[in-house]
């Protein structure tokens, strides 16, 4: 089990690239999400089947990686970024936008997100990348918004 643990928490081993395996797992996301972003179901259908796969193998990927949340664990970065392109403008303005916004979110984690990192169990790991998926979302939308009335 521990090759399959390594192979889905590293999203297909997306999270060995050097100084930016978080970085890498997002643009996992924004590719999975351009492949079946235009058709709900089947993004929602992903998304689900990518939590589930998450929260099945991360205790022991981080058994395997000997810390909590190591930065090879890369499954939870494809699914926020996922969440942050949700029913934003498809132009690649908002996509770059988002894109950036849930890197940052994803770093700086502002509150409650550092707080949930810090939860004991696979869920941690998870919600707080769903999270800055989700501040990454209301920005970009708020921002295609104030775009739209200023007739940008």
């Known amino acids: 089990m521990k090759p ?4 889905i928490s590293t999203f297909f081993y997306a ?10 797992g997002s643009a996992c996301g924004l590719l ?20 589930a796969a998450a929260l099945l ?3 022991e990927a981080e058994e395997i ?12 970065e494809v699914i926020g970024m996922m969440i942050a392109l949700l ?17 940052v979110f994803d770093i700086a984690k502002p509150f409650p997100i ?3 990192e810090k939860m004991k169990s696979p869920w941690g790991v998870v919600l707080d990348d769903v999270l800055a998926g989700i501040y990454a979302n209301l ?3 708020l921002i295609a918004i104030l775009a739209l009335k200023s007739g940008v």
Do not use: W
Request: cysteine-free; glycine content about 6%; proline content about 8%.
């Open 65 to 76: 990686f000997g810390k909590k949340d190591p930065q090879q664990i890369v499954i939870d």
């Open 4 to 7: 399959v643990a390594r192979f």
């Open 15 to 24: 999270g060995y690239v050097p100084k930016i395996p978080g970085t890498a």
């Open 32 to 51: 999975i999400f351009l492949l079946v972003g235009h058709n709900l179901p089947a993004t929602v259908i992903t998304l689900s089947v990518l939590t």
């Open 139 to 141: 920005s970009v939308r």
């Open 87 to 103: 029913f934003i403008p498809m132009k690649p303005v908002f996509i770059i936008l988002a894109f950036v916004l849930f890197r």
């Open 57 to 59: 193998v991360i205790r």
């Open 114 to 116: 550092r707080r949930i």
